[in-house]
C-alpha cells in the first residue's frame, strides 16, 4: 500500500494560490493520484486525478514529479469557500487493488 | 435527483444491538464502496462491491457485513454494536476505474 502524507492543516487569505503536498514515497508504477474535498457534515468530493508532469481542471491543477514520490494539489485564487479537508489518494484504478486515504489537510481560509 | 443517497443519516442504537444502513446509487455505477471515517477524521476503506462480488474487504471485524441485492444498492448491516463503532459511515460509488468516486452524504452513527 502506497501510504500518503500531508501536512495536518494550513492557512491561507482569499486570493491566494494555495499549494497542499502529498508525500507516497513507495507508490506502486500502476497507481494514480486523486484528490478529493471535504466540507463538514458532506461526502469527500472529486477534485482531480493525476499520473504524472502536470494536470488542470476548471478548480485546481495537480503537479507530480518524475519520481511520483509526491504530488502538489494548487488551488488557484481561494476564497472563503474553499474552507475544508482535502485528502490525498492513492492506488490503482484499473484493479481492484486497496487504495488509501490520506490523513487530510484542513484548509482555512481567512478574509 | 440525489446520485448517492443513505438512510438513515442519524443512527442512535445502544450496544449490542444490530442496525442496518441503506445506500442507493442512479449515476449507473459498477462498483459501490462502504467507508468509516473516525472522529479524527481519517478515512478508512471497509468494503467494495463490483457487480455484486466483493472485491475489497479490508480486516473489519465480521459484525460488518455487506450486502447487494442489486448493483444500484450496498446495504451495511452491524451486528451487536459497540462502542467503537461510533463514527460516520459513508457509502460511494464508481465506474470500474474507480478514481473519481461519489459519496453519499454519511450516516452518523452513535453507540451509547
Known amino acids: 500500500l502506497a501510504k500518503t502524507t500531508q501536512p495536518i492543516s494550513m492557512d491561507s487569505y482569499e486570493g491566494q494560490e494555495v499549494n497542499i503536498t502529498c508525500s507516497h514515497n513507495?507508490?506502486?508504477?500502476?497507481?494514480?493520484i486523486t484528490w478529493y474535498q471535504q466540507f463538514p457534515s458532506q461526502g469527500p468530493r472529486f477534485i482531480i486525478q493525476g499520473y504524472k508532469t502536470k494536470v488542470t481542471n476548471e478548480v485546481a491543477s495537480l503537479f507530480i514529479p518524475a519520481d511520483r514520490k509526491s504530488s502538489t494539489l494548487s488551488l488557484p485564487r481561494v476564497s472563503l469557500s474553499d474552507t475544508a479537508v482535502y485528502y490525498c489518494?492513492?492506488?490503482?484504478?484499473?484493479?481492484?487493488?486497496?487504495?488509501?486515504f490520506g490523513s487530510g489537510t484542513k484548509l482555512n481560509v481567512k478574509p | 435527483d440525489t446520485a448517492v443517497s443513505q438512510t438513515p443519516k442519524y443512527l442512535v442504537t445502544q450496544m449490542g444491538n444490530d442496525k442496518s444502513i441503506k445506500c442507493e446509487q442512479n449515476?449507473?455505477?459498477?462498483?459501490m464502496y462502504w467507508y468509516k471515517q473516525d472522529s479524527k477524521k481519517f478515512l478508512k476503506i471497509m468494503f467494495s462491491?463490483?457487480?455484486?462480488?466483493?472485491?475489497i474487504n479490508e480486516t473489519v471485524p465480521n459484525r460488518f457485513s455487506p450486502k447487494s441485492p442489486d448493483k444500484a444498492h450496498l446495504n451495511l448491516h452491524i451486528n451487536s454494536l459497540e462502542l467503537g463503532d461510533s463514527a460516520v459511515y459513508f457509502c460511494a460509488s464508481s465506474k470500474r476505474d474507480h478514481y473519481e468516486q461519489y459519496f453519499g452524504p454519511g450516516t452518523r452513527l452513535t453507540v451509547t
Open positions: 513507495n507508490i506502486a508504477t500502476n497507481d494514480y
Open positions: 462491491y463490483n457487480n455484486k462480488e466483493l472485491i
Open positions: 449515476l449507473g455505477h459498477d462498483t
Open positions: 489518494l492513492v492506488g490503482d484504478p484499473y484493479n481492484f487493488n486497496k487504495f488509501y
